[in-house]
């Protein structure tokens, strides 16, 4: 590798390097302690040393100088990991420099020329444009080619990072370099003459986690299946435990749950991935989770600023952030001020006059005439012309429609929906519920409910207790000031004066409205119009399993409440449901959706309803709505460790996670409708559209903080699951306006039993912020990550654990022994995601698959794996063997097999009888595993052995002959009668693919210790079964029995006699006659199963070769050890034509 030359004085080095080659301009150097003698004390301690000190001559064993004649300083030009590498510099420099720089007289002209020639050089070198992308590109390449040099990926292996630091071995730390790559966590250390290697696969880590020793306060712990790894001495260890959950987060999406999640289109492509771009993502991911915004919002900008902020008469210092279609501020002060300004709500964007006041100021104009200042932006100017672009963008994509009320002073300029079936005005607030609904909307679209199902039964019952009328007036009074001084649209100051006024529960009448502004819902209903009444028409009247589930869950919604006692609500649901259904077919339809969409339509008109289960099933609650639920697994995960934190008496006596999870889980399935009486319930609704899930985690602390005194004096967990489920059932809304609809879960315990304590709903949530409601989004996401991971790999153990169930009876390998070897299929597949590009047969890991087929490998991938595990091993032969093995097993041609049938194979290869394995080499050189095209079934084998001239006669130690034709006509008439006892014949073989068999079978006993007994056996039993198709030929033309046991069988597999296999395709010889009857073409001379274990059994070495007991173990060690190495010398080799053409242009 060419390097970047600087001066260095080479009387500091001496001790260090020795010179192996010099010329008149250059020096060949290698590094003490490498290469010859580098196992002596000298090497032994400058190996040390370089670790230990990370001294920049520590980056490859050998270098090149450049030395000007009469000079003491000198320039490194070059270095190289290997002698190969280095000389291949040298000889491009002999071969294009040296000669040239005998025409200079200046000897600055002479350094000049030689640095501009290797600047170029490093300009064109490939690996630069990957350095480009680092902040210091030198540095990186240097750690680029260690990194290639010490594990020997291949190229496709991409380095993302690295950095010095120290692997705890027990108590003892190894200094050395950690290098983090697209599927790797790799760790290279050399001290004292010991080399320490360690590769661990991101999809085999189980836990990812900071921690502490006794020596050290922070460690890195990496959990696998098998150990535990600490690494230390970071220089900046958050800023590498970050860079590791996302590698982590996105090689675990991408390879074991592609098809749950939606990475971002920059990170689809593994070899694009860098470390900027992986920070770019995290900083995208925290914004899009602080603002719930769309997960396809991309950040362009995060700048610090201060916002001027009206009710407070100041600046609020903070953060802008700038997306695709949103501009947010955040203040650092958490909770004190947060705006999300839509651009489609922007109407001007302006820089003011910069002064000593008002540094850099910009004015962002809203539709509802307010207007934003902010200053202290850096860079403004830029700032503001891309801001412009997106707006004007922005617009031209979804175009406003204006409306300028007269009637009502409290609404001005507001963007409203032009939807085929309404007409109301969205993002702004009345100051008290309005249900001005024309009669004609009803006409136009008479399948839409007009009204929230709520307003409809508040029409037909206006008896209401006085009381709970006058408290929600009073919360409405409430409102309306905050509103007058805060802002009503989407764009208000969102402080922590709102979160008090929704903690104490939102007004009936302005909760919808508010649901679709702290959702920010309300933007997607008025940039769609008329999508949802097209969704309902193209979705209504098809019948799917969807649909049916829907129409099965659909009086299950609500029963006691009445607006699904009649078919106005039931058909409000059914159109909603099945429309989302239509549009997200990923989700389609998934429990708890149907309660859910029961209470969004209660308080929102239909399409609303439609819009906010939008936004919480694809932005506030994501991956929850599919059928393996992983967002609500992983949160549920977070909540246990939160409850550990939070609680730890109470997760000290709860001390089986299971059992809480069984509990919790539908607290965040249906944010607590299911198992809370509805009238309390929503107003923790409320909480989760304005705070996010992080109201949920905090709501569920609350009630496990209550009841923890009644949970640590439960027995069991029965007693448990009752003590909450008699709290949450008591749980009451005293400002509630409306009758109460009675929690349909859990009635049955109020039955005959003592008075129990009604807790607040308003007290509750109250309490949930004050103890815990310190969980910032941040903290929120960071655990999300860790336990991603811990939840997928469940799953994936699961898997691993419900295969090996259904397998284990089926074959006689130690259940220790099978756990191996499905590790080594599965890395085997993962091998080919990580490396190359996906091939049309390959499918990808579908976690919705059966068990046994999430994991299924193609003919590349098991000949890779025969040949690592299989005991039958015939050298070159072997790549032959095992793509007749893998057609023997794709029984459904579809060009790929599952863990089940590999293991079945290789239980027979290791522990059949004789009898298994030889029907089983039987049934490879047979069709459909020998087929015409096999790569070797076009050059028969020419052996006098296999000669069927020479005379039947057996060699014997007394030198007498014996002729045994009487005899094997009597064998062939006993195998006949045999036949007819068997449940189902094989085809008989034709001498082509006795041949075959003959040839495997010498392949098979190389290297064998009774090699040459068993070559004199098989050279026996061939000439015996050579004579057996005779005999069996002649008694067939002769009319004798072994018609029974050669014709039959043919004509009871037509498909054979059509397979063009059974002709001999010796080129020149083959005819149309012989390819149309392959029967006579052959002679008809076969012979069968029973002919050659028969014949086999006859010589006892063979015998002896096909039952002696056979050890995995050893097979399994080597398998682990050379599975990556195996893997990248097959794709080297591949890619070595384009790899000797790449070395011959740099060359040039």
């Given at each position: 590798?060419?390097l ?5 004085l080479?009387?500091n080095?001496?001790k260090?390097?020795v010179t ?7 020096i ?17 301690l400058?190996?040390?040393l ?10 490859a ?8 004649p ?6 490194p030009?070059a ?11 040298w000889d491009w ?7 040239t720089l005998?025409v200079f ?7 000049s020329?030689?640095?501009g020639?290797?600047k ?7 690996s ?8 210091e590109?030198?540095k ?11 594990f ?14 120290c692997c ?8 050395g370099?950690?290098y ?9 250390s050399f001290?004292l ?5 360690i ?5 085999d880590?189980?836990?990812?986690e ?6 050290l306060?922070?460690?890195i712990?990496?959990?696998t299946h098998s150990?535990e790894?600490?690494?230390s ?24 749950d592609?098809?749950?999640?939606d ?15 992986l920070e ?5 991911e925290?914004?899009?989770a602080?603002?719930r915004?769309p997960k ?7 700048v610090?600023?201060?916002l ?14 700038a ?7 955040a ?41 934003f ?7 403004r100017?830029d ?27 409290m ?9 085929m ?6 993002g ?10 024309e ?17 409809v ?6 008896q209401?207790?006085?009381v ?14 905050h ?7 989407v ?10 006024l929704v ?5 009936e009448s ?27 028409e ?16 659909l ?10 006692q ?14 989302y ?6 989700i389609g ?14 308080y929102a008109k ?8 939008v ?7 994501p ?5 393996r639920?992983?967002g609500?697994?992983v ?12 609680l ?17 889980l539908?607290?965040?399935l249906t ?18 559209f304005y705070?996010?899930?992080?109201a949920?985690f905090q709501l ?7 009841c923890?005194k ?5 027995r ?6 009752m003590?909450?489920?008699?709290f ?20 049955f315990?109020?039955?005959?039993q ?9 007290d509750?949530?109250?309490d949930?912020?004050?103890k ?9 996401e960071h655990m999300?990550?860790?336990h991603?991971?811990r ?5 994936e153990?699961t898997t ?9 009876p089926?074959?006689?390998?130690l ?5 191996e ?5 599965k890395r085997e ?9 996906p091939?049309?047969?390959v ?8 068990y046994?087929?999430q ?9 890779q ?5 299989s005991?039958w091993?015939?050298g070159?032969?072997?790549e ?6 893998f ?7 579809d060009?790929l097999?599952e863990?089940?049938?590999?293991v ?8 059949g ?7 089983l ?8 595993a020998?087929t015409?095209n096999?790569r ?6 020419k052996n ?12 014997k130690s007394n030198?007498?002959?014996t002729d045994?034709q009487?005899?094997l ?13 068997t449940?189902?014949?094989l085809?008989q073989?034709?001498q082509?693919?006795f041949?075959?068999f003959c ?8 290297e ?17 079964l ?11 033309s002769?009319?004798s ?5 050669g ?7 037509p498909?054979?006699e059509?397979?063009s296999v ?6 020149g010889?083959a005819?149309?006659d012989?390819?149309?009857f ?6 008809d001379?076969?012979?069968s199963?029973e002919?050659i ?8 070495s ?10 995995i173990k ?28 790449d070395n011959s242009?740099?060359?040039r």
């Open positions: 590798m060419w970047k030359p600087e001066e260095v080479l009387k080095a001496l260090l390097w192996q080659k010099s010329s008149c301009y250059f060949l150097q290698r590094r003490r302690g490498h290469g010859e003698g580098g196992g002596r004390l000298t090497g032994r400058v190996g040390a370089d670790t230990v000190l990370d001294s920049s001559a520590r980056v064993p050998f270098r090149i100088l450049l030395q000007v009469g000079s003491q300083v000198y320039s030009i270095c190289g990991a290997t002698l190969e590498e280095i000389t291949q510099h420099l002999e071969q294009n420099l040296l000669h005998s007289d200046n000897k600055e002209d002479i350094a020329f030689v640095k020639k290797i170029a050089l490093i300009a064109e070198e490939t630069s444009r990957l350095a480009e992308q680092e902040e590109p030198e990186f390449r240097e750690a680029l080619v260690k990194f290639e040099a010490r020997s990926f291949p190229e496709a292996e991409k380095l993302i990072t690295y950095y010095s630091c705890w071995k027990g108590r003892v730390p190894r200094q370099w950690l983090l790559s697209i599927n790797h966590l790799c760790f290279y001290f003459g010991k080399e320490l290697k590769v661990v696969p991101w999809v880590i189980q836990k990812l900071k921690t502490s020793n006794i020596f306060t922070a460690t712990r990496i959990t150990k790894r600490d690494f001495m970071f220089l900046n260890l958050e800023e590498v435990f970050k860079i590791m959950e996302q590698l982590a987060d996105v090689t675990l999406r991408r390879l074991l592609n098809e749950g999640f990475l971002d289109p920059d990170l689809q492509e593994p070899s694009q991935i860098t470390k900027r771009h770019a993502r995290a900083q995208n925290f914004f899009r602080f603002f915004l396809l919002e991309k950040l362009y900008a995060a610090d600023c201060a001027w902020t009206p009710f407070s008469r100041c600046h609020t210092v903070g953060r802008m952030f997306s695709d279609s949103y501009i947010c501020f203040s650092k002060e958490d909770g004190c001020c947060n705006v999300i300004l839509p651009l489609r709500e922007v109407v001007s964007i302006e820089k003011m006059e910069d002064t000593s006041l008002l540094p850099n100021p910009i004015i962002i104009s809203i539709r509802s005439k307010m207007a200042q902010f200053i202290e932006l850096k860079d100017d700032l503001v012309e891309n801001l412009l672009v997106r707006l004007k963008q922005v617009h031209a994509d979804h175009p406003v429609h204006y409306s300028t009320s007269q009637d009502d002073d609404m001005s300029h507001v963007f409203h929906s032009t939807s079936c309404s007409g109301h005005k969205f702004d607030l009345k100051m008290v519920s309005s249900q001005n609904n009669e004609g909307e009803e006409e136009q679209c008479p399948r839409q409910h007009p009204q929230a199902l709520r307003a039964l508040q029409q037909s019952d206006s209401s207790p006085d709970r009328m006058s408290r929600e007036q009073i919360k409405l009074n409430l409102w309306n000031d509103f007058m001084e805060y802002g009503r649209t764009c208000m100051f969102r402080t922590e004066k709102i979160r008090k903690a104490m529960g939102i007004p302005l909760r919808g409205r508010l649901w679709l502004l702290f959702s920010d819902a309300v933007t997607d209903l008025a940039s769609h119009p008329g999508y949802y009444g097209n969704l309902v193209e979705s209504m009247g098809k019948c799917c399993l969807v649909t049916e589930e829907i129409e099965r869950d009086h299950r919604s609500l029963p006691e409440h009445p607006a699904f009649n078919e106005t609500g039931i058909a409000a649901l059914r159109r909603v449901l099945t429309a259904a239509h549009r997200n077919p990923k339809y998934c429990q708890s959706m149907n309660i859910l969409t029961s209470v969004l339509l209660l239909e399409e609303e309803a439609f819009w906010l289960l936004a919480v099933c694809e932005r506030m609650l991956d929850y709505f599919n059928h639920v992983i609500a697994q949160d549920q995960s977070v909540f246990e460790e939160l409850v550990k934190e939070q730890p008496e109470l997760a000290e006596h709860l001390n089986d996670p299971s059992a809480l999870a069984s509990i919790s539908s607290w965040f944010l607590f409708l299911s198992i809370m009486p509805l009238e309390s319930a929503v107003n923790v609704v409320d909480c989760f705070d996010g899930i992080k949920i569920g602390l609350a009630v496990l903080d209550a923890a009644d949970l640590c004096n439960s069991d967990d029965g007693q448990a699951l003590v909450l489920s008699r949450l059932d008591h749980i009451k809304n005293e400002d509630s306006p409306g009758p109460p609809v009675g929690s349909y879960h859990h009635t315990f109020s039955d005959n003592e008075s129990y304590p009604v807790t607040d709903i308003a509750l949530i109250r949930s912020y004050e815990f409601g310190d969980q910032s989004v941040e903290q929120i999300r990550y860790r991603r991971i939840v997928l790999q469940g799953h153990d691993k654990q419900n295969v090996l169930r259904v397998v284990t089926e074959v006689s390998f259940l220790e022994d099978l756990e070897l499905y590790d080594l299929f597949y993962m091998m080919s995601c990580y490396w190359e590009q091939r049309p047969m499918s990808h890991h579908d976690p919705s698959r059966p046994a087929e994991y299924r490998i193609d003919t590349q991938q098991f000949a794996l025969f040949q690592l595990v005991p091993t015939c070159t032969h072997t032959i063997l095992a793509e007749r093995t057609r023997l097993l794709d029984d459904n041609m060009h097999i863990f089940r049938a590999f079945s194979c290789l239980d027979t290869m290791y522990n009888e004789m009898n298994e394995k030889i029907k080499l039987y049934r490879l050189h047979i069709p459909p020998l015409e096999d070797d079934s076009q050059s028969p084998l006098p052995l296999l000669s069927t001239s020479r005379p039947l006669v057996f060699g030198g007498d002959t045994y009487k005899q006509k009597q064998m062939i008439k006993d195998l006949a009668k045999e036949k007819d006892k449940e189902t014949e085809p073989m034709s082509r693919e041949i075959q040839k495997t079978l010498y392949s098979m006993f190389r064998d210790p009774e090699e040459n007994s068993l070559y004199q056996a098989i050279a026996t039993v061939t000439t015996l050579l004579q057996i198709g005779e005999v069996g030929h002649r008694g067939s002769s009319g029995c072994s018609q029974d046991s014709e039959e069988p043919r004509a009871s597999a498909s054979l059509q397979d059974f002709v001999d395709t010796d080129p010889t005819s149309k012989a390819q149309t392959p029967e006579e073409a052959e002679g001379w076969t012979v199963l002919h274990l028969a014949s086999l059994l006859t010589e006892q063979l015998v002896n070769f096909f039952e002696k007991p056979l050890d050893s097979k399994l060690v080597n398998a682990k050890i050379n599975q990556y190495s195996l893997k990248a010398f097959e794709m080297s080799s591949q890619s070595q034509p384009e790899l000797k053409q242009l740099l060359r």
